[in-house]
């Protein structure tokens, strides 16, 4: 059953607990640390892969954070959600096209995440994306913000908003594009041909994607590619001895203990 003081306890979150940014940013940030990305739930649905987008809170509250699961997209968005609006935050829906290797997007209802209205300003809310992405909320605006290391800007591109991100090293990349309108799970409700044969060619490649922030970045494990990012540098390694991946997999999906002090995105 959702808990607001449970799901608080479950972020290790101390502070207050009111409507202003700096309790969004601690928690935006405990739970990528918290709860972790996994994709395996949806290795079993086949081509529904959005059928629970209009999550019964209950339930995955139960599964996730008290049963300590992962999640994927809507469900960790979902709870998130909640959890902000009974802390009287003013929340709505996006929906993102991801970034795919070859440099394309895929459908535009791929992704589903979280905007914020707070002080006459929107921010961007995401603790549902595997990454590399951004830990703390981003403005919807023009300028540059900086996060551990990490620059990420947005930019307008064919009638969409693009996220981008640069680490210390290399050139701009997008994270995913969206148009800030505000959507409904319902939509969610009748896959469109475009999304359903998205689910098809993911569920043929059959790659497991987990992932768990840190204090300073993010591990995400792609199949046996394990991409690390740390303060703005990032590297990849094949973990090619399966005892290695066993740890690394299992790091990844256990609760990790509670930082000494709350970490902040202006470290460089």
Known sequence: MFDVEAYLKALDHRGPADASLETLRRLHHAHLRTVPYDSELN????????KG???????????????????????????????????????????????QVDGSFGPD?????????LDDEVLLVDV??????????????????????????IVGSEGYHVLQ??????????????RPVPRDPADWSAPSEELTAFARALAGAGTLVRGRATLSGQRILIGKRLVTVDNGHEAMRVLTDPAEHARVLGDILRRPPAPATAPTGDAR
């Open 43 to 50: 290795s079993t649905r086949g081509t529904d892969l959005w």
């Open 53 to 99: 987008v209009d999550i019964d809170a209950d339930a995955v509250f139960d599964a996730v954070v008290l049963g300590g699961r992962g999640g994927v997209c809507y469900e960790l968005n979902g709870l998130f959600r909640r959890l902000l609006a009974e802390l009287g935050f003013e929340t709505g829906v996006y929906a993102a096209a991801i970034r």
């Open 109 to 117: 209802l791929e992704h589903i995440f979280t905007f914020v209205r």
């Open 128 to 153: 549902g994306f595997v990454g590399p992405s951004y830990l703390e909320p981003l403005l919807l605006g023009t300028q540059e913000q900086r996060q551990f290391g990490t620059s990420f800007r």
């Open 165 to 178: 991100r640069r680490g210390r090293r290399g050139d701009w990349a997008a994270v995913y594009r969206f």
